[in-house]
C-alpha cells in the first residue's frame, strides 16, 4: 500500500512474462497487447510542522521532562529501564536521540542501529556538531554529514554529554551481525506509533498511527526545504541532497514538485 507505482511494476512484469511463455508454447495463440501501467508517483508521508512539535512535546512529557535535562551517563543510566517493556522511561529518552539524530542529519534508517557517540565533533568555537558516518551501505565512500539547523548545537551538546561513546539509539539493545536494523528498527517503530496515539490523543493532531522510520527522514528533508526554498535551487540543492545521502531527482520529485504544487494554489 506505500508502493502503489512498484507493485504496478511488478505486475506488469509478471503478466508479460506469462504472456512470452504462453506464444512461446503456442505460437499462433492471439494475445492482445498488455497496456501500459503508469507510474505517477504519489507525495510520500511526512508530518507537517505543527505535528512535528507536538509529536516532541509528547515525548518530553512520557520521559518525565528528562530529554532536556540527562546530560551525564550516570543519570542516563539511572533512567527508570524495563528490559522486559519497552514502554519505558529511558526508551522515550532515546526515541527523542533518535528523531534529533534524523532532523539534524537527515540519516538512513539503516543508520540508526550503527550511529555511536564518537563519529560525532563538536566544534564549540564556530557551534558546529560535524558527523562522520563510519559506517555506509553498500561500497559508498564514508561520508561527512552537517547540520542545516542552528540549533542543532543545543540539542547535540546534550544528546552527546548523556553518550559520549557507544551507540547513541537503544544502547541496551543487542545488534546480531547482518541483521543490525530490524529488531532495533521494529523498537523504534512501536515507540514512534505509541507516542503518535498518545499525541493524537491529548494534543488533537491527526498524526498517520501508522508511522515508520522513514516518515521522519521524509519529514526532515520536507520541512527543511519548506522553510530554506533556497535549498531547493542550484547551487545549493547539489550539496544539501549529497549531504543527505539522496540526490537532486529524489529531492524534486518527492518534496519540491508537492512544496510547488501547494504554494502555487495558495496563491491562487
Same mark, same amino acid.
Given at each position: 500500500k506505500n =508502493?502503489?507505482?512498484?507493485?504496478k511494476?511488478?505486475?506488469?512484469?509478471?503478466?508479460n512474462k506469462?504472456?512470452?511463455e504462453?506464444?512461446?508454447?503456442?505460437?499462433?495463440?492471439?494475445?492482445? =497487447?498488455?497496456?501500459?501501467?503508469?507510474?505517477?508517483?504519489?507525495q510520500?508521508?511526512h508530518?507537517?510542522? *505543527?505535528?512535528?512539535?507536538?509529536l516532541?512535546?509528547t515525548i518530553?512529557?512520557?520521559?518525565?521532562?528528562?530529554?532536556r &535535562?540527562?546530560?551525564?551517563p550516570?543519570?542516563?543510566?539511572?533512567?527508570?529501564f524495563?528490559?522486559?517493556?519497552?514502554?519505558?522511561?529511558?526508551?522515550?529518552?532515546d526515541?527523542?536521540?533518535?528523531?534529533?539524530?534524523?532532523w539534524?542529519? &537527515? %540519516?538512513?534508517?539503516?543508520?540508526?542501529?550503527?550511529?555511536?557517540?564518537?563519529? &560525532?565533533t563538536?566544534?564549540?568555537?564556530?557551534?558546529?556538531?560535524?558527523c562522520?558516518?563510519?559506517?555506509t551501505?553498500?561500497?559508498?565512500?564514508k561520508h561527512?554529514?552537517f547540520? /542545516?539547523?542552528?540549533?542543532?548545537f543545543? /540539542?547535540?551538546s546534550?544528546?552527546?554529554a548523556?553518550?559520549p561513546?557507544?551507540y %547513541?539509539?537503544?544502547?541496551?539493545?543487542?545488534r546480531?551481525?547482518?541483521?543490525?536494523?530490524?529488531?532495533?528498527?521494529?523498537? %523504534?517503530n512501536?515507540?514512534?506509533k505509541?507516542?503518535a496515539?498518545?499525541?493524537?490523543?491529548?494534543r488533537q493532531?491527526?498524526?498517520p498511527? =501508522?508511522?515508520?522510520?522513514?516518515?521522519?527522514r521524509?519529514?526532515?528533508?520536507?520541512?527543511t526545504l519548506e522553510?530554506?526554498?533556497s535549498?531547493?535551487?542550484?547551487?545549493?540543492?547539489?550539496?544539501f541532497? *549529497?549531504n543527505?545521502h539522496?540526490?537532486?531527482?529524489?529531492?524534486?520529485?518527492? /518534496?519540491?514538485?508537492f512544496?510547488?504544487?501547494?504554494?502555487?494554489a495558495a496563491?491562487?
Amino acid at each position: 500500500k506505500n =508502493d502503489m507505482a512498484g507493485t504496478k511494476k511488478q505486475q506488469k512484469t509478471l503478466i508479460n512474462k506469462l504472456m512470452r511463455e504462453a506464444r512461446s508454447d503456442v505460437p499462433s495463440l492471439g494475445l492482445p =497487447d498488455f497496456p501500459p501501467i503508469s507510474t505517477q508517483r504519489s507525495q510520500v508521508q511526512h508530518l507537517t510542522r *505543527d505535528q512535528w512539535d507536538k509529536l516532541l512535546e509528547t515525548i518530553i512529557s512520557l520521559s518525565g521532562n528528562q530529554v532536556r &535535562f540527562i546530560d551525564k551517563p550516570k543519570s542516563y543510566h539511572q533512567l527508570e529501564f524495563n528490559q522486559f517493556n519497552r514502554i519505558n522511561q529511558r526508551n522515550w529518552v532515546d526515541l527523542w536521540d533518535a528523531l534529533y539524530l534524523q532532523w539534524f542529519y &537527515f %540519516l538512513r534508517a539503516q543508520d540508526m542501529p550503527v550511529i555511536r557517540g564518537e563519529w &560525532f565533533t563538536i566544534n564549540a568555537k564556530d557551534k558546529i556538531v560535524t558527523c562522520f558516518l563510519e559506517e555506509t551501505k553498500g561500497n559508498r565512500d564514508k561520508h561527512e554529514s552537517f547540520p /542545516y539547523r542552528p540549533d542543532h548545537f543545543k /540539542y547535540m551538546s546534550t544528546l552527546l554529554a548523556r553518550r559520549p561513546k557507544g551507540y %547513541l539509539v537503544l544502547p541496551h539493545m543487542n545488534r546480531p551481525q547482518g541483521n543490525e536494523s530490524k529488531h532495533l528498527l521494529k523498537t %523504534l517503530n512501536m515507540l514512534l506509533k505509541h507516542a503518535a496515539k498518545q499525541t493524537n490523543k491529548t494534543r488533537q493532531t491527526n498524526i498517520p498511527e =501508522d508511522l515508520v522510520w522513514t516518515t521522519i527522514r521524509h519529514t526532515a528533508f520536507r520541512l527543511t526545504l519548506e522553510e530554506d526554498p533556497s535549498l531547493g535551487v542550484p547551487p545549493k540543492i547539489h550539496a544539501f541532497a *549529497d549531504n543527505g545521502h539522496t540526490s537532486v531527482e529524489m529531492l524534486q520529485k518527492r /518534496y519540491l514538485k508537492f512544496i510547488r504544487l501547494e504554494e502555487t494554489a495558495a496563491e491562487a
